[in-house]
Structures are given as structure tokens and as C-alpha cells.
């Protein structure tokens, strides 16, 4: 039994094809010759390799950059806090900002540089330590333990806290403060009322 059209190493009676017949391959309506096809593959790899090696020769962006960064505006956070300073505030908080404070209660950007500027939120005094910072691609959370002492419309907030922060690099590679929330550390006696 034979299949005509069929390529084998084998002999096989019936109808065969020659080789010579691969020298061209059909594209669209024309032959393309098989060798023009090798050297345009030839090329687009060559290509390849030379945009990888020089893709691969730019500084990309580090973690412990990244990390540097995040801790810096942290810095600059603690101070704005301490200063009152809204301008400097703005800047670390994305438009969308949302926290949630020790209370409970939602504050948006424009609610928390209200309360910066008016003094309603005022920190006296400000130490944080144990911080952790993760990254999760362009987002970046922060763990930390503060030790606060102030005044809030609800009264005095001195004490210790916990508290998650979250960046988001934005499109022109700048990091925003997009959501805060903090919670009070309770002394074991306090913690079954």
C-alpha cells in the first residue's frame, strides 16, 4: 500500500515525491525559496538575542531600592505628622486615599489634611519601630509599631498602635500613600472588656 505525496527514508513503490520540490514554499500566490526563509529566521533571531543583551544591560529597579524609598517617605509621613504640614501631607497621599483610624471611623484625603491643618489631629510625639516592608508588585505594604502621643477629637490617642500602610507606584513611577488603618495595642488586662 502506498500513499502518494508522503516523504520517508524508506523505499516505497508507487508515486513519490522529490526532494528538489522543497526548495520552494508556498506564500500566498508565490514560491518563497526555503533558503531566503532560513536567513529571514536567521535575522529575527539575531534580532532577538541583540535586543535581550541590551534589555538586560538597563538598570532595572531594585527592591532594596524600592525599600530605601518606601522608608524614606515613611520619614517624611512621621514628620508631616509632628509639623502639621499639609503641603508635605498632599504629596505623600493619593487622591483616592481611605483610612481607618484607631476609632473606626473613614477618612479621606481631603478629611485627614482638614484635621492636619486645623490641628484637630495633633502628635505631640512620634517613635515607630519594628517596621516590615513588603512589595507585592507596584504595591508596597508596611507594617510598623508606633508609639503615639497626641490629641484627636475624640480625645487623647497616646499609646502604642499598630498600623498597615499601603503604596502604590503610579504611572509616573511615584509611590502614594493609598490606605492607612491603625489599631490600638491593648494590655492584656484591657483586652476582655
Given at each position: 500500500?502506498?500513499?502518494?505525496?508522503?516523504?520517508?527514508?524508506?523505499?516505497?513503490?508507487?508515486?513519490?515525491?522529490?526532494?528538489?520540490?522543497?526548495?520552494?514554499?508556498p506564500i500566498g500566490r508565490r514560491?518563497?525559496?526555503?533558503?531566503?526563509?532560513?536567513?529571514?529566521?536567521?535575522?529575527?533571531?539575531?534580532?532577538?538575542?541583540?535586543?535581550?543583551?541590551?534589555?538586560?544591560?538597563?538598570?532595572?529597579?531594585?527592591?532594596?531600592?524600592?525599600?530605601?524609598?518606601?522608608?524614606?517617605?515613611?520619614?517624611?509621613?512621621?514628620?508631616?505628622?509632628?509639623?502639621?504640614?499639609?503641603?508635605?501631607?498632599?504629596?505623600?497621599?493619593?487622591?483616592?486615599?481611605?483610612?481607618?483610624?484607631?476609632?473606626?471611623?473613614?477618612?479621606?484625603?481631603?478629611?485627614?489634611?482638614?484635621?492636619?491643618?486645623?490641628?484637630?489631629?495633633?502628635?505631640?510625639?512620634?517613635?515607630?519601630?519594628?517596621?516590615?516592608?513588603?512589595?507585592y508588585g507596584q504595591t508596597a505594604?508596611?507594617?510598623?509599631?508606633?508609639?503615639?502621643q497626641g490629641t484627636t477629637p475624640?480625645?487623647?490617642?497616646?499609646?502604642?498602635?499598630?498600623?498597615?500602610?499601603?503604596?502604590?507606584?503610579?504611572?509616573?513611577?511615584?509611590?502614594?500613600?493609598?490606605?492607612?488603618?491603625?489599631?490600638?495595642?491593648?494590655?492584656?488586662?484591657?483586652?476582655?472588656?
Open positions: 500500500m502506498t500513499f502518494p505525496g508522503l516523504l520517508s527514508d524508506t523505499f516505497m513503490s508507487g508515486a513519490t515525491i522529490k526532494l528538489s520540490a522543497l526548495d520552494r514554499v514560491f518563497m525559496p526555503t533558503r531566503t526563509i532560513a536567513r529571514f529566521a536567521a535575522a529575527v533571531l539575531g534580532m532577538a538575542v541583540c535586543i535581550n543583551i541590551l534589555y538586560a544591560g538597563q538598570a532595572k529597579p531594585k527592591k532594596h531600592d524600592n525599600r530605601h524609598e518606601i522608608e524614606q517617605l515613611e520619614e517624611a509621613w512621621s514628620s508631616a505628622m509632628l509639623k502639621s504640614d499639609t503641603a508635605a501631607m498632599g504629596a505623600l497621599l493619593a487622591d483616592d486615599y481611605i483610612a481607618i483610624t484607631a476609632s473606626g471611623t473613614l477618612q479621606t484625603k481631603d478629611e485627614a489634611l482638614a484635621n492636619l491643618r486645623n490641628r484637630r489631629v495633633h502628635i505631640t510625639a512620634l517613635s515607630v519601630s519594628d517596621r516590615k516592608v513588603r512589595f505594604l508596611v507594617n510598623s509599631l508606633a508609639e503615639v475624640d480625645g487623647d490617642v497616646s499609646g502604642a498602635f499598630r498600623y498597615t500602610r499601603v503604596y502604590v507606584c503610579d504611572a509616573l513611577g511615584k509611590w502614594k500613600i493609598v490606605s492607612f488603618e491603625a489599631s490600638r495595642i491593648r494590655n492584656p488586662s484591657q483586652q476582655h472588656r
